[in-house]
């Protein structure tokens, strides 16, 4: 979630197109079937939310459980299992599991008109490999969570957000540091949790309808790292397919932009339901904390612009409200934000006032209009192509990412389709 997929505004004054709804995407008339999916991935928009911080560890998200072990070192899953031992990780996590995500959330979030959950989980709860400190238990509360989303009509993505050696070198990867993915046998690895998920949920797949590869793998300058991931996805495609022929099967473009992927893994291959998931945050750079709430709203339609003509179903798997970076820990545990220059490097460029901690009901008039119109802007955007999972649905206390408290106070949108602020990516 660390790195940014802004738009550069030249490419936003050329590309304020209007939303489509309820057309067919390309992938439709090529695609002649929907075989067993249950869900119409053709004509239906994906409407959904993030369950982040439950069985992958955020220190923004949940910073209490961190703050509950006073090493300062103590900054990712990793080093915080590593730092109380298995026994006591276990009975502490195993609580947060329980308690954190229960079936009164999937209640709200169908209540409110979305139709899917994104569940991340770690290589760890499902391949565990030896020396790691992790701690396992996390799959008996999925198998809940599956459930839960069949009661309450719910369609699952269940995501691997955290790869062994970590594949981009950010604390929501379980360990925060340098990107050891795709050294030694981290792939096959990786391959041997994709496999246990897609057998362990191969006979739910009237909710669990698609599964993520792996989690915004970031590439360094040069080097071999794209064609690896490109393997990668060939390889876990075949995997899945090996168990399930219907199951969606989700790759992230690694920020690249989702032009990069075209032609890759599509029905012209000889792929079928291959769906691409792009990230959308102006939050992570300097060109995009800078921006003033109207160029926000500017960059958000203009994504729209680069969904058009793709030859997979395509969506915006995380998102989110904030114009700023000021949520407690954002950027890692202890750390500062750019937008008011308490970040090593960056200038200030307003006040954290109010979006550092506390609820959204405490937020200024200004800052809850500047919440509704980005997020009407977003929907509009996404909405263009597949659809969209917002991120997230509850945390304890950062206000421009909590979509509970967002609807609880009338920011997010109900109905969905409801407008404060119509016609601001075109007419």
Same mark, same amino acid.
């Given at each position: 979630?660390?790195?940014?997929?802004?738009?550069?505004?030249?490419?936003?004054?050329?590309?304020?197109?209007?939303?489509?709804?309820?057309?067919?995407?390309?992938?439709?008339?090529?695609?002649?079937?929907?075989?067993?999916?249950?869900?119409?991935?053709?004509?239906?928009?994906?409407?959904?939310?993030?369950?982040?911080?439950?069985?992958?560890?955020?220190?923004?998200?949940?910073?209490?459980?961190?703050?509950q072990?006073?090493?300062?070192?103590?900054?990712?899953?990793?080093?915080?299992?590593?730092?109380?031992?298995?026994?006591?990780a276990?009975?502490?996590?195993?609580?947060?599991?329980?308690?954190?995500?229960?079936?009164?959330?999937?209640?709200?979030?169908?209540?409110?008109g979305?139709?899917?959950?994104?569940?991340?989980?770690?290589?760890?709860?499902?391949?565990?490999?030896?020396?790691?400190?992790?701690?396992?238990?996390?799959?008996?509360v999925?198998?809940?969570?599956?459930?839960?989303?069949?009661?309450?009509?719910?369609?699952?993505?269940?995501?691997?957000?955290?790869?062994?050696?970590?594949?981009?070198?950010?604390?929501?990867?379980?360990?925060?540091?340098?990107?050891?993915?795709?050294?030694?046998?981290t792939?096959?690895?990786t391959?041997?949790?994709?496999?246990?998920?897609?057998?362990?949920?191969?006979?739910?797949?009237?909710?669990?309808?698609?599964?993520?590869?792996?989690?915004?793998? =970031?590439? /360094?300058?040069?080097? *071999?790292? !794209?064609?690896?991931?490109?393997?990668?996805?060939? %390889?876990? &495609?075949?995997?899945?397919?090996?168990?399930?022929?219907?199951?969606?099967?989700?790759?992230?473009?690694?920020?690249?932009?989702?032009g990069?992927?075209?032609?890759?893994?599509?029905?012209?291959?000889?792929?079928?339901?291959?769906?691409?998931?792009?990230?959308?945050?102006?939050?992570?750079?300097?060109?995009?904390?800078?921006?003033?709430?109207?160029?926000?709203?500017?960059?958000?339609?203009?994504?729209?612009?680069?969904?058009?003509?793709?030859?997979?179903?395509?969506?915006?798997?995380?998102?989110?409200?904030?114009?700023?970076?000021?949520?407690?820990?954002?950027n890692?545990?202890?750390?500062?934000?750019?937008?008011?220059?308490?970040?090593?490097?960056?200038?200030?460029?307003?006040?954290?006032?109010?979006?550092?901690?506390?609820?959204?009901?405490? =937020?200024? /008039?200004?800052?809850? *209009?500047n !919440?509704?119109?980005?997020?009407?802007?977003?929907? %509009?955007? &996404?909405?263009?192509?597949?659809?969209?999972?917002?991120?997230?649905?509850?945390?304890?206390?950062?206000?421009?990412?909590?979509?509970?408290?967002?609807?609880?106070?009338?920011?997010?949108?109900?109905?969905?389709?409801?407008?404060?602020?119509?016609?601001?990516?075109?007419?």
């Amino acid at each position: 979630m660390y790195l940014s997929s802004f738009v550069p505004l030249a490419v936003v004054a050329t590309s304020l197109l209007a939303s489509v709804r309820g057309v067919p995407t390309p992938q439709a008339s090529k695609d002649p079937y929907l075989g067993g999916l249950t869900f119409d991935y053709f004509h239906t928009k994906v409407r959904g939310v993030n369950l982040g911080g439950w069985f992958v560890l955020e220190p923004w998200i949940a910073p209490s459980i961190f703050e509950q072990v006073s090493n300062p070192a103590v900054i990712d899953e990793y080093t915080y299992t590593q730092a109380l031992g298995k026994g006591e990780a276990y009975r502490r996590l195993s609580e947060h599991w329980n308690n954190w995500i229960t079936q009164d959330d999937f209640n709200q979030i169908a209540h409110a008109g979305l139709n899917h959950v994104r569940i991340p989980i770690g290589y760890w709860a499902v391949a565990p490999l030896d020396g790691d400190p992790y701690v396992q238990g996390q799959l008996p509360v999925l198998d809940k969570a599956i459930s839960w989303a069949r009661a309450a009509g719910l369609k699952v993505t269940i995501d691997l957000h955290g790869a062994p050696g970590s594949q981009n070198g950010f604390d929501n990867s379980g360990r925060y540091g340098p990107i050891n993915w795709q050294q030694g046998n981290t792939l096959s690895q990786t391959l041997d949790a994709i496999k246990g998920l897609a057998k362990r949920y191969a006979s739910a797949s009237d909710v669990v309808t698609s599964i993520q590869l792996v989690n915004e793998p =970031l590439p /360094a300058p040069g080097g *071999s790292f !794209l064609d690896n991931t490109k393997h990668f996805y060939q %390889d876990g &495609y075949n995997a899945i397919r090996a168990i399930n022929s219907e199951t969606v099967v989700v790759i992230h473009d690694a920020f690249q932009g989702p032009g990069y992927w075209q032609g890759f893994l599509s029905p012209e291959t000889g792929a079928t339901h291959v769906m691409l998931d792009i990230h959308q945050y102006q939050i992570f750079d300097a060109g995009g904390i800078g921006l003033s709430p109207n160029q926000h709203v500017s960059a958000a339609c203009g994504v729209s612009g680069q969904l058009k003509g793709l030859d997979k179903w395509t969506v915006v798997g995380e998102w989110t409200g904030a114009q700023t970076d000021c949520a407690k820990w954002l950027n890692g545990r202890g750390k500062g934000a750019r937008y008011d220059g308490t970040l090593p490097g960056f200038s200030r460029t307003g006040s954290c006032d109010g979006k550092y901690s506390g609820p959204v009901a405490a =937020l200024s /008039a200004d800052d809850k *209009s500047n !919440l509704r119109h980005f997020i009407e802007a977003q929907l %509009d955007a &996404y909405e263009s192509r597949t659809g969209w999972f917002f991120w997230t649905w509850k945390t304890e206390g950062a206000p421009e990412w909590d979509m509970q408290d967002l609807l609880r106070n009338g920011i997010f949108p109900q109905p969905l389709d409801s407008r404060e602020y119509p016609g601001q990516c075109g007419s």
